[in-house]
Each structure stands twice: as structure tokens, then as C-alpha cells.
């Protein structure tokens, strides 16, 4: 790998006063909280590589002298010069705090006798102070890994690791390395990519970590919707979607400046008709396209006015405004907090309820005259899907499925896959229904439509059944 990265990322920052044992925020005592197992401060050090294990305190000074992380790094722009800005500095939290004890590294600088990427991203690092956001994070799904796409790209690194780019956003630590440090990821070579991929896989195993959207060294200037700095890599507020728009490519929208939508988007989802005749293998967008719901672009419109967004879409914050309320890390929304000042928590759960439940009645009926049209067409109510999606009998040739189908399940997907059922955009949500539900109309030998609808707990199954495969579908073309 380019040893530079590797080597200085996490090591190049100065050094706190010395202490002898690791200390919270204010430079006094341990982490804040956490919760079960070992404590952050234990399972820090044990991240320490051999070299560095017995090594002393040695303080700012020695660190930051114009000799090393002073005044050594690229450009002559050193960490240092923006570290001492931070709020990190402001409470005696610099370089060993989370790097470890650094006189081996002072004797004898060496990215193996110190505490340097890939383990300095990992959130036990962190943890050591923000101990309860770290808890908070353990219960949300970046906490997780799904190695189905860190695995692809280790078997074919052209294809998923510089073309579709998976590892940007189901690899933490590749943000890290290679986004966020201006490298990009599509001019890597085989040997790096599998690299960053196996450390992902092996020491950094999860989809983001705190470092993924925090820059521990620096001030950014992306605010919170409250207008606080706490050093976030990229803006919580973007209403310029050309970046993310349809048709757009992986080297675009995984550069994204937004700190939830560089990854929360529909990945180029693209509505025309072009495009849903030569992709019939599964939907043009992951289970990612919330950005896209949210600000409504991305699926068929038809003619005539649409209704785009909500004060949803405006919102400071946008996404942070609901999923993170008093810096809330499990990205969980509760109709009291997320939902305020706006609705009260009845209000906000009322109208979820009503949404949800009218969407999800649109989406059920819109399947259904899908498998109805298949049935009476093909002789099976599956051949309305997408090629990767049927189970059983041979798919037809896609040429014999009309656009208006084609359509119609490009919308159904595009408003299953964002797992929201209306609630980030219900209007754009419903017209996007209500669009497919005309493409029907124009086909032959309708209607189509369902005699009755069964219990809401049976569509939900059936759609999400839906949403399942369509993710499978994901993962098995990675093994293509």
C-alpha cells in the first residue's frame, strides 16, 4: 500500500502531556461510560502493536516539533497546525491519547511501533470518552459488516473495488484511507485494493466507524442542524443532487458531500426507459436510495407535475434532523425527539401510521397487478419481475415484457428499497405509485386489479420478501 497513508494518517498528530495511564476527555480519569466487557482503556491498549507495547509518555513537545508532526507532513501543512484548533486540544486529548505512548516512535519513527492505521480507526479509540455514543453506535447497523461485498472485491478488485466502488461504502476504513484523503479509490491497483479490503475484513469490521464521518484532527466547518463543530467530514445539508442524480457513476456519487447521503443513495438509480430496457437483471438501485426518497429523484414520473419533497427534504440537517436528536449514534427515530419541534410525538406517530399504511396498501395492489398481468400473459404471476428475483420456472425473454412493466416495477422497487413506506416522502412516494399504476392501465386485457387485500402483516411479508431478494440479488451478481 502507499506507506504514506498507511503510515502518518492516525501517527501524525502531537502528542498530549504524558500520562501513565489513558485519560478521558478532560484529562481527568477514564472513558465515560460503556457498557459490558471490557473496558474501552483495556481493549485499547490491546490494539497496540508489539513494539510499542512498554513504551512511555513523551508529550507534545516532543511530538510536535517541526522535525516530525510539527511541521513534516505533506505540503507543510501539518496536522499539528490544525489539531491544536480542535476541541480535542481545548481538553488535553492529542496523539497518545489515541495512539498510544510514542518514545519507541520518537527513537525510531516506524508505522510498526506506533499506533497507526488500520487499528487506529477502530471505535474502541474513540470509545475511550465518548463511551455512551460508542453504545449507542454498537446498536446500529454501521456497527455491522457485510463481508458479501468486502469478499468481491477481494476476488475480482477491477470490477467491485475501482468500477462499482462497493468498498466506499461497505468499508469503513476505505473512506479513511482513500476519500477522505483525496485518493482515489478507481486509480488503485489490484494488490491495494485487496489489501484495504483484508483489513477491513480482519481489523476494522464494520460499515463506518466514528473516524468514517469525524476527522479527529481537525476542525471542518460542516455544522450539525444546531450549528455545532464537531469536526464532521462532510456537510449534514445538500440540496444539489446532480452529484447522486440518475444515470451518474460510482466515482461520482461515492464522493457525494453530504455525511449520510455519501453512502444513503440510490447509487445512479436511473428511470429511463434506456436504462430499464438494458438492466433487467434486478433493480438499478440498492437499499440505499433514502437521499434519493427524501429529496424525490430517481424514479418514473410521468408527465405532469410533481409534487417533489416535503419540509422533510429542507429540514436542517436533513437526515441527522430525525435519526440523530441529541447526537443520538443508533440513528434510531423517536416520534418525541426526531420529530420535534415540528409534530408533537402523537401527531408524528399518527401521521406515520396513516402513510405507512396507505403506501404500503398502494405498493401491495401495484404487485398484484403486476403478478395478474404476468399470470394471464406468461402463465406465472413471478415473470412480472426482474430476471435475478424469479424463483421459479425460466425467466422469459425480457424483450417480451412491455416498458409500461418495466416502469411500473422500477417505481415498486424504488419505493420498497427505501424501507420507509412514504414516510420520508409521502407525496413522492404515492405519485411514484400512482404512475406505475397508469402504466398498467395501457396494457391489454386489464385491469388487473386485486379482488382484496389481504391482513397488513401479510403484504408486509410479501413486500419485504420483495426487498429481501432484491438485496440478494445484490449480493449474487458480486459472485458473477
Known amino acids: 500500500m502507499k506507506s504514506r497513508w498507511f503510515a502518518t494518517l492516525f501517527a501524525a498528530v502531537p502528542l498530549a502531556t504524558a500520562m501513565l495511564v489513558l485519560q478521558s476527555c478532560g484529562g481527568e480519569g477514564g472513558p465515560t461510560g460503556s457498557s459490558g466487557g471490557v473496558s474501552p482503556s483495556a481493549a485499547f491498549l490491546a490494539l497496540l502493536p508489539a513494539a510499542q507495547q512498554g513504551a512511555d509518555y513523551v508529550g507534545t513537545d516532543t511530538c510536535a516539533s517541526a ?110 484511507e482513500t476519500y477522505e484523503r483525496g485518493i482515489d479509490l478507481g486509480t488503485l491497483s489490484d494488490e491495494e485494493i485487496v489489501n484495504l479490503a483484508n483489513d477491513v475484513l480482519t481489523k476494522v469490521p464494520q460499515t463506518a466507524t466514528c473516524a468514517t464521518c469525524h476527522n479527529p484532527h481537525s476542525k471542518t466547518g460542516n455544522l450539525t ?114 420529530c420535534a419541534p415540528c409534530h408533537t410525538a402523537a401527531d408524528a406517530a399518527a401521521r406515520a401510521s396513516s402513510i405507512k399504511d396507505e403506501v404500503l396498501n398502494g405498493l401491495y395492489s401495484l404487485r398484484v397487478r403486476m403478478a395478474n398481468w404476468a399470470t394471464a400473459t406468461f402463465g406465472n404471476d413471478e415473470f412480472w419481475e426482474y430476471t435475478t428475483n424469479i424463483t421459479t420456472g425460466t425467466p422469459p425473454s425480457q424483450a417480451l415484457v412491455p416498458i409500461e412493466i418495466k416502469r411500473a416495477r422500477h417505481n415498486y422497487y424504488f419505493v420498497v428499497r427505501s424501507g420507509d413506506y412514504g414516510v420520508h416522502n409521502a407525496p413522492y412516494a404515492k405519485h411514484l405509485i400512482r404512475v406505475a399504476n397508469d402504466n398498467i392501465d395501457l396494457l391489454p386485457g386489464g385491469p388487473y386489479r386485486p379482488q382484496q387485500l389481504p391482513s397488513r402483516q401479510q403484504m408486509l411479508d410479501i413486500i419485504r420478501g420483495d426487498r429481501a431478494r432484491a438485496a440478494k440479488a445484490d449480493m449474487t451478481a458480486l459472485d458473477q
Open 67 to 176: 522535525a516530525c508532526h510539527g511541521g513534516r507532513e505533506a505540503d507543510d501543512d501539518p496536522i499539528y497546525t490544525h489539531w491544536k484548533d480542535t476541541k480535542h486540544a481545548a481538553n488535553n486529548v492529542g496523539c497518545e491519547s489515541c495512539h498510544g505512548p510514542g518514545s519507541v516512535h520518537a527513537a525510531n519513527p516506524s508505522k510498526d511501533n506506533i499506533l497507526t492505521t488500520p487499528s487506529s480507526t477502530d471505535v474502541v479509540v474513540c470509545g475511550q470518552c465518548h463511551g455512551p455514543i460508542n453504545d449507542e453506535w454498537k446498536l446500529s447497523a454501521h456497527s455491522k459488516l457485510e463481508t458479501h461485498a468486502i469478499d468481491g472485491a477481494i476476488g475480482n478488485p477491477n470490477q467491485y473495488g475501482r468500477s462499482s466502488r462497493c468498498l466506499a461504502c461497505h468499508g469503513g476504513l476505505v473512506r479513511i
Open 225 to 338: 442542524d444546531t450549528g455545532d463543530e464537531v469536526q464532521l467530514r462532510h456537510m449534514t445539508f445538500n440540496s444539489d443532487t446532480s452529484q447522486v442524480g440518475p444515470g451518474t457513476s460510482a466515482a461520482q456519487f461515492t464522493q457525494f458531500d453530504h455525511i449520510c447521503a455519501q453512502c444513503h443513495n440510490g447509487r445512479g438509480a436511473n428511470p429511463a426507459d434506456s436504462a430499464l430496457t438494458s438492466g433487467t437483471s434486478r433493480p438499478n438501485m440498492h437499499d440505499s436510495n433514502q437521499f434519493n426518497m427524501l429529496l424525490g429523484f430517481g424514479g418514473v414520473e410521468g408527465d405532469g407535475p410533481v409534487e417533489r419533497n416535503t419540509a422533510h427534504a429542507n429540514a436542517p440537517g436533513q437526515c441527522s434532523k430525525c435519526h440523530m436528536p441529541d447526537s443520538r449514534h443508533s440513528f434510531t427515530v423517536s416520534f418525541d425527539k426526531g
